[in-house]
């Protein structure tokens, strides 16, 4: 019962107490736990029943000793409070699982100082590899892992720049892509509602995906009228908001993610404002938000689930075989859905 | 700033804080603690009141204890793949940082094996204390926890008649609240999508409060048409799509949680089906989605936040001062919104 947990703590079992308990090596304990096949099943039945019996969970030092590996990796998202990373998180830790890997998470709030911490506590925890997002950080986190050759796999992003294993996608490409989309339905007076760009490079990646194609377009940056807010949807109504109480209000709201739009759309059913009829919104990420709001959101549909499968096993491969791994570049395709539609109209 | 990691004084009080405090000598401290004869009472006293007001420890077990501490907690949520348990988790993490603790997450996908892997995986990467979801895990990892004497919280749940801490509200009585709502509207064809009962005391729980409002209804099991599934949108919209084709739709489908409700809410605009109109849906737990949809979600607010404060606060106590915790009960509160509306008139 856990009320009870009254007098002394008792110590950590170790595996000399089940080798112990189980009238064996110490050896066999750890031939046990690390390659169960070269055992007797009755040896292996012994042992197991001390380890359950006694609580004994193999710390890292121990099994650092046995196999240098905890099978433990680590990842640090920026958020867990929405489902950006959610559906790529869930994909890699399938993954794993398929290779007998734990996942263990942190969120960084989006402050490098904190990643930086979490790092070295993952590390400090015997993660055996990190999955990291973006490539912005402290030059310590990175000096960190290389002094301590941990590997690690950088996802949402890609850069040929970036010497880095990336998994992911090119940011600016896509949004470009999506700006061109809303300008080409004849949208001249155009917001962005961007997230922070100082220690996110997807957001500014977003951002000057968007200014690219406002350049195409022959237009000014001036024509594009960007607020800058973080994630959330109470932070996109409010920035819609401003924008459409504004002297020149927009006739398309782009945002940097799908929950931005989402708030904004929000914000637009309650202000008495027709989507797509008098603004159009877009999004970014495609999570599942993006098709249950009314329009559906037209968005980019970033690859989730690819690049956690393929971060798992570049990941894996770096760890097991020391292979350096290599970066891979996934499809960012859009969805054009309700949300977007052509400008209105000018009245005369 | 994150990176100053000061240990907080009043985490682990030392023998040189009490003597701090007590403006003498940590001989003299010992001296108080192991002799008490050997010292003035006035001195005794003085050396008391430090101890007692910074909650100073003495004994060797609880100085070891301090001493392993990694100040990392672990969580183990079902899912980190839809919203349902992020708002908690970041207020645990919030009030964790205020603390110089750092979290962990993992996700067991419900699946019991899978927690108990993972509670002993976090305990032997040093987490000092675990914050669990719900009371059905295996006896194993009860054993485990007993066995470690590892502090942990279960929350999102409350039972007076569970010995266990935990940090959480009464999903069978917050349940049968909103299905009185929702007979009160006068509908006697029922639903309810529910989630997988087996591995889950909140879906469990929610299942029966549906069952006691439709017996002091005096109506029969039978007229609440039940289906199971996992929780997800494409689910959500499935269920909903099945039993609106069935010989008998309901007027009223009431959903386990706002992800399904939110699947049935959207297929319920493709297939054409007005909304509340033609049937009411309700939800369960008062994430972000609940907000976003048209019309808005009917549901149950979970005190998300205060879950995961309350959480933290307690499961803070439990380590350092070896507090057995106490059990919180609180308030899940009723969201009336515009997926619920009154029966359809019967036509002739």
């Known amino acids: 019962m856990a009320k009870t947990r009254t007098t002394q703590p008792s110590l950590s079992p170790t595996l000399a107490d089940v080798s112990k308990q189980a009238g064996v090596s110490t050896a066999t304990v750890s031939r046990c736990l690390n390659s169960p096949s070269q055992v007797s099943a009755s040896t292996r039945d012994r042992v197991m029943a001390a380890v359950k019996d006694l609580g ?6 121990a099994q650092a000793l046995a196999a240098k590996r905890t099978n433990t990796f680590g990842a640090i998202v920026p958020t867990m409070e929405n489902a950006i990373f959610a559906r790529g998180l869930q994909a890699f830790q399938e993954e794993l699982g398929q290779h007998g890997i734990t996942l263990l998470v942190a969120s960084s709030s989006y402050d490098p100082d904190v990643e930086e911490e979490q790092i070295r506590n993952l590390v400090a925890r015997g993660a055996d590899a990190l999955f ?10 990175y000096e960190f892992l290389e002094k301590r050759q941990i590997p690690h796999v950088v996802a949402w992003v890609y850069d040929e720049a970036e010497p880095r294993v990336s998994v992911g996608f090119d940011n600016r490409k896509a949004m470009k892509a999506l700006a ?18 100082d ?10 995906g968007a200014m690219d194609a406002v350049a195409e377009f022959g237009l000014n940056a001036q024509d594009l009228n960007v607020i800058e807010t973080t994630y959330s949807i109470a932070n996109g109504g409010d920035a819609f908001e401003r924008l459409m109480r504004s002297g020149t209000p927009p ?13 904004a759309l929000s914000r637009a059913h309650r202000m008495g404002v027709d989507v797509p009829g008098d603004v159009s919104i877009t999004g970014f990420d495609d999570i599942e ?28 491969a770096m760890r097991n075989d020391r292979s350096l791994g290599e970066s891979v570049e996934l499809e960012a395709t859009l969805r054009l859905r309700g949300s977007l539609g052509p400008a209105p109209q000018k009245t005369a």
């Open 251 to 263: 006739t398309a709201v782009m945002c940097g993610n799908d929950v931005l739009a989402a708030g």
């Open 56 to 61: 004994y969970a193999p710390n890292f030092g």
């Open 199 to 208: 220690c996110n490079d997807r957001a500014r990646q977003r951002y000057e």
């Open 289 to 316: 938000i993006a098709e249950i709001v009314t329009p559906r959101l037209t968005t980019v549909h970033v690859p989730h689930r690819a690049m956690g499968k393929h971060a798992a096993t570049t990941l894996i």
């Open 180 to 197: 061109l989309e809303v300008l080409k339905q004849g949208h001249r007076k155009l917001a962005l509602i961007a997230g922070k760009r």
């Open 132 to 141: 990291l997002i973006g490539h912005t950080r402290t030059s310590e986190s």
